[in-house]
């Protein structure tokens, strides 16, 4: 719904836009730039001022012209004749002596959504990749990209892919890491990015330069390598190893991954490494981080059902709290029953006992089926626990359990022959 007396609001901009001796006082005139942009991002349609923006955007102020070339992208789509103009300062401002100006220029460009666009922007990406600057090189990577996109179906520019291989070589490692997000989306039909021996050396010796986000993408890629010998993949562990002491905790368990696909044949390396993150790993478990926390639950879900009972010694660590959140309790609560064993089954029934008469009824029949699903190997002390839950007198407690005891401790019917 439009603002209620939104076109004097536009009028009012457009006069004082075009006011020169407000363009003469630079501060006042990019304050007035940022009103556009909020009201803009408040819902006003304020595209009838393409034409003022655009002209905003002729000045050495990096922060102004940050704002206009918002603008732009918003509203190219909606005036593609007044586009051009847009498409004109863009080019202009991708020869600025300022490598912040052409970067922004170049990124700008290549997020207006128009028809057509394709062919303006080819030659300044191809030229971005050739600055000396890193962060235009950075811009020119993904604007590839953006480019493969925009063109649809068309055949993929092999010239293009090669230059971006070999970008994967850049001094600078953001440059890197976004040349192999940019191939892996132009080549996406192809299967992605191949990582042959000479990149996977390379990009190992270069994990030291990036930072977690960088590392935990190039570990995401590696996995597609296979070493060609015991020897190469060990010597690719030992580059590794200190990775698996970082203090992301995405890293670790991109790491952890990789160690693990690499070591498939060695079950004797696969249990040390598990053992190594086994404290890391208990760590995030109980992270106050509610969504780190349910990311390392899912790992430690998977953990367990390669390797039964790595966690039993710390089954507390899963105990649920009152605070957490439903999904949370859900995880712990699989997990402490995957931990059971003849020394803690006591400990663990009782602490899924309190779990029953919670006052959220899915949790309590999560914790009730639970109990069930324990009963398989120690019936005579579940069955004691659910007797109990069925004196309660609590109807969600009491249909839960008496639905289970039907379903797990009914004996079939005999056949009649």
């Known amino acids: 719904m439009p603002y209620y007396g939104s076109e004097d609001t536009v009028k009012e901009l457009r006069r004082a836009l075009a006011n020169p001796g407000l363009q003469a006082d630079k501060l006042r005139y990019r304050n007035l730039v940022l009103k556009v942009i909020r009201y803009m991002s408040q819902g006003l349609d304020v595209s009838?001022?393409?034409?003022?923006?655009?002209?905003?955007?002729?000045?050495?102020?990096?922060v102004q012209k940050k704002l206009v070339y918002l603008y732009m992208c918003t509203y190219a789509a909606l005036k593609p004749n007044?586009?051009?103009?847009?498409?004109?300062?863009?080019?202009?401002?991708n020869t600025d002596p300022n490598p912040m100006v052409r970067g922004l220029a170049l990124r700008s460009m290549c997020s207006l959504?128009?028809?057509g666009i394709s062919e303006y922007i080819q030659q300044p990406v191809l030229n971005g990749l050739r600055d000396k600057a890193s962060y235009v090189r950075r811009a020119a990577v993904l604007g590839c990209a953006k480019m493969q996109t925009l063109q649809g179906d068309a055949e993929v520019d092999g010239a293009m892919v090669n230059e971006l291989y070999a970008?994967?070589?850049?001094p600078d490692p953001i440059v890197m890491v976004n040349c192999l997000r940019a191939l892996e989306e132009i080549l996406k039909r192809e299967g992605g990015v191949v990582i042959n021996k000479p990149i996977a050396h390379h990009l190992l010796n270069?994990?030291?330069d990036l930072d977690h986000w960088g590392q935990s993408e190039v570990l995401t890629f590696l996995v597609r390598y296979k070493p060609r010998s015991e020897d190469e993949m060990f010597a690719i562990l030992n580059v590794l190893d200190g990775f698996l002491k970082s203090s992301q905790p995405n890293v670790v368990m991109a790491t952890t991954k990789l160690f693990l696909l690499l070591a498939e044949n060695f079950p004797n390396v696969q249990t040390d490494i598990?053992?190594?993150?086994?404290?890391?790993l208990l760590t995030i478990c109980t992270s106050e981080c509610y969504e780190l926390c349910f990311l390392g639950l899912c790992h430690a879900r998977e953990i367990l059902r390669s390797f039964p009972g790595h966690f039993c010694g710390h089954y507390k660590?899963?105990?649920?709290?009152?605070?957490?959140?439903?999904?949370i309790k859900y995880q712990k609560m699989e997990i402490l029953r995957d931990l059971v064993n003849d020394e803690n089954v006591q400990q663990i029934l009782e602490e899924l006992q309190t779990y029953c008469t919670d006052v959220s009824v899915?949790?309590?029949?999560?914790?009730?089926?639970?109990?069930?699903?324990?009963a398989r190997m120690y019936s005579e002390k579940c069955v004691v626990i659910l007797k109990g839950l069925l004196g309660l007198k609590q109807g969600h407690v009491t249909s839960g359990t008496a639905h289970f005891q039907l379903s797990a401790f009914a004996q079939p019917p005999r056949p009649l022959y």
């Open 48 to 62: 009838a001022l393409f034409m003022e923006m655009v002209k905003a955007s002729a000045t050495v102020d990096v």
């Open 82 to 93: 007044l586009a051009l103009l847009a498409i004109n300062t863009l080019r202009k401002d």
């Open 113 to 115: 959504r128009m028809p």
């Open 167 to 170: 970008m994967l070589r850049d």
């Open 206 to 208: 270069r994990m030291k």
């Open 274 to 280: 598990l053992e190594r993150i086994k404290g890391p």
């Open 317 to 327: 660590k899963f105990y649920c709290t009152y605070s957490e959140p439903n999904y």
């Open 362 to 374: 899915e949790l309590a029949q999560m914790a009730i089926l639970n109990i069930g699903r324990i």
